[in-house]
T-cell receptor, first 111, second 115 residues
Framework: GIQVEQSPPDLILQEGANSTLRCNFS?????LQWFHQNPWGQLINLFY???GTKQNGRLSATTVATERYSLLYISSSQTTDSGVYFC?????????????FGTGTRLKVLA | DSGVTQTPKHLITATGQRVTLRCSPR?????VYWYQQSLDQGLQFLIQ???????AKGNILERFSAQQFPDLHSELNLSSLELGDSALYFC??????????????FGPGTRLTVL
């Protein structure tokens, strides 16, 4: 089945720094979402981005579907950005549609 | 707030027991998805229901079952619980059908601890 790999697995930043998180997928996908899981476990939608580029405040994302990767950019990081960032891809296999999550990037932003 | 609600927030039970987790989708959404997040397996898709019918199945154990009711809320039933079933269980919803490819909105999760 499709493989979804995220890098780096762990990231420590000083407050104010910028970072780029990457999501690689091994096959064509129907869609892609980025999530932030906060320290309380809640999954927060960041972007629904099957292709192209989107921006929301300090966050932006780019998906290049033909090259099978997506990037999440975090600028001027804040301590509240800490948590785990997941990408999830939607794929259709044998006529059924399902979401496959990557293993996540654990981000810690230091004050 | 995603608009998806899940109850209970926390559940502590013993091995061998049976529990029911409940999910109410966003208003207007017809599709409900269940996911399990455990320490060793990460976030895994379990099952999807669309307008009361099972639409897709993932890595769901035979001890687990789900259903979606006419009012579109869904329940995930976990039976003969084992220690390894301890996890965070998420429910997500979207409009489903031809729009299954649309983004999914996740509830706050139910944290299950099996002792």
């Amino acid at each position: 089945g499709i493989q979804v790999e995220q890098s780096p697995p762990d990231l420590i930043l000083q407050e104010g720094a910028n970072s780029t998180l990457r999501c690689n997928f091994s096959d064509s996908v129907n869609n892609l979402q980025w999530f932030h899981q906060n320290p309380w476990g809640q999954l927060i939608n960041l972007f629904y981005i099957p292709s192209g580029t989107k921006q929301n405040g300090r966050l932006s994302a780019t998906t290049v579907a033909t090259e099978r990767y997506s990037l999440l950019y975090i600028s001027s990081s804040q301590t509240t950005d800490s948590g785990v960032y997941f990408c999830a891809v939607g794929v259709t296999t044998s006529g059924t549609y399902k979401y496959i999550f990557g293993t996540g990037t654990r981000l810690k932003v230091l004050a | 707030d995603s608009g998806v609600t899940q109850t209970p927030k926390h559940l502590i039970t013993a091995t061998g027991q049976r529990v029911t987790l409940r999910c109410s989708p966003r208003s207007g959404d017809l599709s409900v998805y269940w996911y399990q997040q455990s320490l060793d397996q990460g976030l895994q898709f379990l099952i999807q229901y669309y307008n009361g019918e099972e639409r897709a199945k993932g890595n769901i154990l035979e001890r687990f079952s789900a259903q979606q009711f006419p009012d579109l809320h869904s329940e995930l039933n976990l039976s003969s619980l084992e220690l390894g079933d301890s996890a965070l269980y998420f429910c997500a919803s979207n409009s489903g059908g031809r729009s299954s490819y649309n983004e999914q909105f996740f509830g706050p999760g139910t944290r299950l601890t099996v002792l």
